[in-house]
């Protein structure tokens, strides 16, 4: 507990100084007055005419008035010490805003367009949340969630701010997967805090809302519709501000309102419809709707905190002033002035008698607290040192004669009763002997008390475990203590180890079946069933924290580099096998999506030691630049949002679900450049070289087939030039112009080196001059490589070609000048190996998939990412010391990992317009 003195209002605490002056004032005013009045009157003649308590009263109400103040000012400063933990709950609702973003939104008979309008009174509801939890929701042909429930209003603006057209698939408007999406979010139960807000034209294509809003109705969920648009209805722009309308058939195509379909969706669910139609903004908004109807909804708490507050102390020194300051007025001039005892007023000094007895309660009811928690606890502690306590007590108590049976339980008793549990744990399992079996019975559960005293509460819920295991009377007084000691075994400090933290999640669940025990042996005992709630409650962010701290040990001498090496190589893999898994139509097909589930589940998990592990090296920079704090933020959310994404592509390949493929592959990209941005430049050259070959691979092929079709040779060109920039810049910055400096002890060669003399060789330092010849070289590559891109263009495949082989011939030399180890020798003989096998199939495979007109590139992926797999491992030993990152690389690591949000939203619209509609379909 921090005991530290510390004041609200410090600056009070400088008026103090008034009160001495003031005390000193009025005391020097009182002695001129007496002085003045003795030139009239004798002091004789004062005696007859006034009491001579007068002077004694008039000092003793200035010493009061004066402390009194000085007590008041001390109070007015708030002193406080002492902190006490208290749980602050959040309530609020959980709302779910479903924005309709088909093509008919585009309509202008809203000013300016229906879509934007829609935004705009979002952000006026947005306003109104206090303490809410919402969650955005764009519906098109499918539902996306773009924003989960969450009470981060900023994030939430952010992703309101960036919905489109786009951000849904193309096709027929689906307003009831929209409706079944928003209570997938809410989860399905019938507590009346949620409500969902669906913002739509009315126009629902596939006929399926009314169905979905009924099913809302049966779970309580309420859906409130706003109609936006006119009844006699509106044409379509082509593009936002465009002149030109969509048609269909040759006839601009016309969008309504459609107030029953609205109408009908909020009666099944006892909602609201709100008709804004085309009213102004200032006439109907969103914000009226959450202040007439939503805050209707009953709240709930949705989060729980502890939070540690300082104790107010303020109470100690206002309740002594009011009585100074009381007992002053009594010595006021009207009360005393007949009596002449200077006794009374000390009486009123006295506090009364019923503050005390309040007092005494209060202190009376804490000690009974304290007495039934200790005791409640000690039915609970029974479980832990059967075995291993027995021993310790043999080698502690030596010296002591211990008598058997009842004579050692009552020195057991007596050292208990003087605060020796340790010792009093000891003899009671001494006194063991000679005593019979219920008697042992209860000597080992006092002896388990004792323990739980002492604070060995795995001892004592060893001692408790093997009673309960054995017993056949006791069992919920067993159960219900075992608990106890088991869940205040699982009590860590903050700062404990990996091992520790994983130990209390499995102490926590231990701690639940034997509660869960204890309320089957009896069920009339409700305690047993309270404490179970609580264990409940705690255990999934127990066992969400093990978790973390067991991958966080697995990974601890693993270097961010290389968990993202993994990470990217497995989700390659990921990539590459789903489309296989999908096209198998036998019955193994489940069984090899739900592995390929398993593994991306587990690969999204790396992401909690990567992050941990960058965190880190940011604190250990201790670098206070906001934009540094800012650009952390940006990346935890980056993180966080491609973590979710590969969670949901797990459940979407368990489920059978082809939109898990789609996930995937974004995440495979987002992890694809956060790799690039921590990468080694030993790693970049390899990926560049294996782009450089699928580039000349795909480029071949255009050439074969005569189709001009630049976007993947392009593609792969581009990232090709874009890694050996990459690499010439992270080269730089880890190779000094004077080259790589030895060792220490580098000149001393020892006998068992001179056998090797070939592995040393190559582990040879990068000298200032092959710093310059590779340098020189990778100009040379990146220059090729602009010519062969600038040739894809145009379509001169056969120019392109030569220049790209070139480009690939100088990054094989640079490749030669590079430092290797035994170890990347041996890994690339196998891959060379692995190569040739992969080729000769791939080889197969592309003459069959030629025949059907299909693009080969996915056999050429598969095959350089079985060469990029073998490729990290050697380079994963390599970059072992080289992979800290310094102030600099972290800085331009977050720069980048602020975009990536940015970037994963325009990729996500760029896929949304790629997918082609069915020619039935119609998007408006």
Request: net charge neutral; aromatic share 6%.
């Amino acid at each position: 507990m921090n005991s530290q003195l510390q004041f609200v209002n410090p600056w009070v605490l400088y008026l103090l100084w008034i009160v001495p002056v003031i005390a000193w004032w009025w005391h020097f005013t009182s002695r001129k007055m007496e002085q003045k009045l003795a030139l009239f009157i004798s002091p004789e003649m004062q005696k007859k005419l006034r009491p001579e308590a007068y002077t004694s009263r008039q000092t003793w109400q200035t010493g009061l008035i004066a402390a009194g103040l000085f007590l008041l000012l001390i109070a007015a400063a708030r002193p406080q010490w002492g902190t006490k933990e208290e749980k602050i709950y959040q309530r609020g609702r959980d709302l779910v805003i479903a924005l309709d973003v088909s093509r008919s939104m585009m309509a202008n008979d809203v000013h300016p367009n229906r879509l934007l309008r829609a935004k705009a009174d979002i952000m006026d509801l947005i306003k109104e949340l206090k303490g809410d939890r919402a969650a955005l929701l764009a519906f098109r042909k499918k539902a996306l969630t773009l924003c989960p429930l969450t009470t981060d209003y900023a994030f939430l603006r952010h992703a309101l701010d960036a919905v489109a057209i786009d951000s849904a698939p193309a096709g027929e408007t689906d307003i009831g997967d929209a409706i079944i999406k928003s209570m997938e979010i809410l989860k399905k139960d019938e507590r009346a805090h949620k409500a969902i807000i669906l913002i739509s034209d009315g126009e629902d294509l596939t006929g399926k809302a009314l169905e979905a809003a009924k099913e809302a109705g049966k779970y309580n969920i309420p859906i409130f519709t706003v109609g936006l648009g006119s009844s006699n209805g509106s044409r379509i722009p082509e593009q936002e501000k465009s002149r030109n309308f969509l048609k269909y058939r040759d006839k601009d195509i016309v969008t309504k309102l459609n107030d029953k379909t609205m109408h009908e969706i909020a009666e099944a669910t006892r909602g609201a419809y709100i008709p804004v139609g085309t009213a102004s903004m200032t006439s109907t908004t969103l914000g009226m709707l959450y202040r007439n109807h939503l805050t209707r909804l009953s709240a709930l708490d949705i989060e729980e905190t502890l939070q540690r507050r300082n104790v107010e102390r303020y109470q100690l020194f206002m309740l002594p002033a009011f009585l100074l300051l009381l007992a002053a007025a009594f010595l006021s001039r009207g009360r005393l002035a007949t009596t002449t005892k200077q006794t009374n007023p000390l009486k009123n000094l006295t506090p009364p008698s019923v503050p005390l007895k309040k007092i005494s309660i209060v202190i009376v009811s804490f000690l009974t607290l304290v007495h039934t928690s200790t005791s409640q606890t000690n039915n609970s502690v029974d479980a832990e040192s059967a075995a291993g306590v027995t021993s310790t007590a043999t080698n502690k108590l030596h010296s002591l004669d211990v008598p058997p049976g009842r004579e050692g339980a009552r020195m057991a008793q007596k050292y208990y009763l003087t605060g020796k549990y340790q010792e009093a744990a000891e003899i009671y399992l001494e006194a063991l002997k000679g005593a019979s079996e219920d008697s042992q019975k209860d000597f080992r559960f006092n002896a388990a008390v004792s323990l739980f005293k002492a604070e060995k509460h795995k001892e004592a819920a060893d001692i408790l475990k093997d009673l309960f295991q054995k017993g056949k009377s006791g069992q919920a007084e067993y159960a219900k203590a075992l608990g106890a000691a088991l869940y205040r075994a699982s009590d860590i400090p903050e700062n404990a180890d990996y091992a520790k933290i994983s130990d209390r999640a499995r102490l926590l669940l231990e701690s639940g079946e034997a509660f869960k025990e204890s309320v089957r042996s009896a069920p009339e005992e409700t305690q047993s069933r309270k404490n179970l709630a609580v264990i409940l409650d705690k255990l999934p962010a127990a066992q969400e924290q093990a978790k973390t701290a067991e991958l966080m040990a697995k990974y601890e001498q693993a270097s961010a580099q290389q968990i993202a090496d993994q990470m990217l190589q497995t989700q390659r893999q990921i990539v590459s096998e789903i489309p296989t898994a999908f096209t198998n139509g036998s019955p193994s097909q489940i069984t090899t999506l739900e592995r390929i589930s398993d593994t991306e589940k587990k690969n999204a998990d790396l992401w909690i030691p990567l992050k941990g592990k960058l965190l880190n090296s940011m604190s250990q920079q201790q670098n206070s630049d906001p934009k540094i704090q800012q650009q952390l933020a940006a990346f935890e959310q980056l993180v966080e949002a491609t973590r979710a994404q590969m969670k949901d592509s797990s459940m979407a390949l368990r489920d059978l679900d082809t939109a898990g493929y789609n996930s995937a592959a974004v995440s495979e990209n987002n992890i694809y450049q956060f790799w690039k941005s921590i990468a080694a430049f030993q790693s970049i050259l390899q990926e560049d070289l294996k782009r450089q070959t699928n580039a000349i691979n795909i480029t071949s092929q255009d050439k074969l087939q005569g189709q001009p079709s630049q976007k993947l040779s392009k593609t792969e060109q581009d990232e090709a030039l874009n890694l050996t920039e990459l690499f010439v810049k992270r080269f730089s910055e880890s190779i000094p112009e004077t080259g790589e400096t030895p060792p220490p002890d580098s000149q001393v060669q020892k006998p068992d080196e001179k056998k090797d003399a070939k592995s040393q060789a190559e582990k040879k330092l990068i000298t200032a001059e092959t710093r310059k010849t590779i340098l020189n070289l990778a100009a040379q590559a990146s220059s090729a490589q602009k010519v062969a891109l600038s040739l894809i263009t145009i379509n001169n495949f056969d120019a392109s070609l030569l220049e790209q082989k070139k480009a690939h011939s100088i990054l094989k030399e640079i490749e030669k000048l590079l430092p290797k180890d035994k170890s990347s020798n041996q890994q690339q003989e196998d891959k060379e190996k692995k190569e040739q096998q992969q080729e000769q199939k791939d080889q197969q495979d592309q003459q069959k998939s030629q025949q059907d007109q299909n693009q080969p590139q996915p056999q050429q992926q598969e095959e350089k990412k079985e060469e990029e797999q073998q490729k990290e491992d050697k380079n994963a030993q390599q970059e072992k010391n080289k992979n800290e990152l310094s102030a600099e690389q972290l800085k331009k690591l977050l720069e980048k990992a602020a975009q990536r949000e940015s970037e994963h939203e325009a990729r996500k619209r760029e896929r949304n317009r790629s997918i082609p509609m069915s020619p039935v379909d119609r998007d408006w």
